[in-house]
């Protein structure tokens, strides 16, 4: 018993010690899960910079390839999705016809496999590995077993406005509440796949973050929960609370309680500590009704947050791409279909 109260401290001390370093992009992300398949997603986006956000619904049938030259991954969307771009040039976060969510939180810690761009191996930029999952795939089953057997070299660039690299891990959720988390650690591709991996956010890698999480689990939730901005911490409440709030198929409180939970998990607007530029304020969430397939985008600035029904929109191939701007914090209120305006699509970063 000594041994595991000891292990248990050592574990807590590294977890107040890990770097922070990339809290500079800071994200959580939490799946609730409610009775009769009530599954919602809601996410995050900490920034220390603007990212110029817009909502996009993307059709069926749109030609897309990986943005890296001659070996570059083709494909056609199979399912037409709503996305928030990133810079328009990054699928940040999103959500597909048949209920798929994928989201990108950044992880310093990402390596990629080595790209040689006169090989023979398919490859793809990170601006589009979360759009690959929305455009081809309805189930995490799916995702995971085909992106497994069928790999594509994932290739990075600089962030704009950097000079660094973008590092990401990816998350996916689907509509019966299946969760996997993908990583380049080491440039070797790690999957977490179970349905209980319902919590990411930045560093550490997510095998420490399962450590993190059994820890906490083993004490009273209601009594300990550690209340700063940095990852580690964020985990350890969503984590918390995902489970501690109602659980309910009454998709109001079900959306009221999977808001509450990613607000709790946010960083205050505006928030500067001085010695520490690492922490980022929250600049949007997004919280995805995976039942329901609505999509709710909240502006801490505009206060209320707005929606697109998924249902109601049209994907099918003759439709044309659709944009709602967001970039300026234009004000909408609640049901916004009717505010989107036929757009070019934005270019996908890549080499």
């Given amino acids: 018993m000594k041994r595991v109260k000891l292990w248990g401290a050592k574990l807590l001390l590294v977890a107040i010690l890990l770097p922070i370093s990339s809290d500079i992009y800071a994200c959580t992300r939490v799946v609730y899960k409610g009775p009769n398949n009530t599954i919602i997603t809601a996410r995050s986006m900490d920034w220390k910079d603007d990212i110029m956000p817009n909502l996009w619904v993307f059709p069926r049938g749109i030609e897309r390839n990986g943005e890296v030259g001659k070996t570059s991954a083709k494909w056609k969307s199979k399912y037409g999705s709503v996305i928030v771009s990133a810079f328009d040039a990054a699928t940040a976060d999103g959500m597909n016809e048949k209920g798929l969510v994928s989201n990108i939180l950044w992880l310093e810690e990402s390596q990629y496999p080595n790209f040689n761009p006169n090989g023979k191996e398919k490859a793809m930029s990170i601006a589009l590995w979360a759009q690959y999952m929305l455009d081809n795939y309805a189930t995490v089953k799916e995702a995971v077993n085909d992106f497994t057997k069928n790999p594509i070299v994932m290739v990075t660039d600089k962030t704009p406005g950097r000079t660094t690299l973008a590092t990401v891990h990816l998350s996916i959720s689907d509509a019966i509440g299946d969760n996997a988390i993908l990583e380049y650690i080491d440039r070797k591709l790690n999957v977490y796949h179970d349905p209980s991996y319902t919590v990411l956010t930045n560093s550490p890698t997510y095998e420490k973050q399962l450590a993190i999480r059994d820890y906490w689990a083993a004490l009273p939730g209601n009594q300990v929960l550690p209340g ?100 300026k914090r234009q004000q909408y209120f609640g049901l916004a279909n009717t505010k989107l305006t036929k757009s070019e699509p934005f270019k996908f970063l890549g080499l």
């Fill in 228 to 327: 700063t901005g940095r990852s580690q911490d964020r985990f350890t409440r969503a984590s918390y609370y995902a489970t501690a709030v109602e659980q309910t198929d009454d998709i109001m409180v079900a959306t009221g309680a999977a808001f509450s939970i990613i607000r709790n998990c946010s960083v205050p607007y505006g928030v500067h500590i001085e010695n520490q530029p690492n922490l980022s304020s929250t600049k949007w969430r997004a919280v995805a009704d995976q039942k329901n397939l609505i999509y709710y985008y909240e502006d801490p600035i505009t206060l209320s947050p707005l929606w697109l029904d998924l249902k109601q929109i049209d994907f099918s191939e003759k439709t044309t791409v659709r944009k709602l701007d967001v970039s």
